[in-house]
Each structure stands twice: as C-alpha cells, then as structure tokens.
C-alpha cells in the first residue's frame, strides 16, 4: 500500500515537472531528448561505487533539482529553469520505477530498498 502511494506522489511530481515544462519556451522535443540525460551521473560507477553513488545522487537530487529551478527563475534563465525541472522530472521518474538514491555499497541499494 505504501508503495503504491510513494508512486503517485512520484507521479505526481513528474506531472508537475511536464507542466512547469509548458510554461518554459522550449518544443516538446527538448524534454524528450532532455529527460533521461541526468542518467550521466551513472558514469561515476566507472571508477568506483562511492564515486558513482555521489555523481549519481548529485544528478538525481531533487533538492538539487528545485534550487537550479529557483536560481533560474531569479536569474531569469531558462536554460537554469530548464536544467531543474529535468531533474527533478527524471528524479520522479525514476522514483515511480524503484530507483532511488544510492548508497555507496551497491548500485541495487537505494534509500527505497534493494532493486
């Protein structure tokens, strides 16, 4: 039941991160092209676990996420507003799928469980 219920919540954050999207001036084709590129923070890996679960949780920190959106919008950059709202919509994304942020043992650990 809980589970269920933390994936509407990241579902419902996905669906924000699509509308706050519409209001940027940007084609629909940027947050398709955009939306699985935080997924470069998985690079880390090549080197270590505990490299690859910082670079993997700096990419995928929804706290992160909503600061570049808040700079941006105080900075009136788009490309800052943009840079948040994909992260935090691949964030939820990735939520709504079981990935979580990593612990440095294991990519399969999370802070939502074991993968």
Do not use: C, Q
């Not at 679960?53 to 808040?70: D, M, P």
């Amino acid at each position: 039941m809980m589970k269920n219920l933390l994936k509407v919540e990241e579902l419902a954050m996905f669906l924000l991160s699509i509308y706050l999207f519409s209001l940027l001036d940007y084609a629909w084709w940027v947050f398709l092209l955009l939306i699985l590129a935080p997924d470069i923070g998985m690079l880390g890996y090549l080197i270590n676990t505990k490299v690859g679960a910082l670079t993997y949780n700096i990419f995928h920190h929804k706290g992160i996420a909503i600061l570049l959106l808040v700079f941006g919008w105080a900075a009136i950059s788009e490309e800052i507003m943009l840079a948040g709202i994909i992260l935090f919509g691949h964030s939820s994304m990735d939520r709504i799928f079981g990935y979580g942020l990593k612990f440095n043992d294991n990519f399969k650990h999370t802070h939502l469980g074991n993968l």
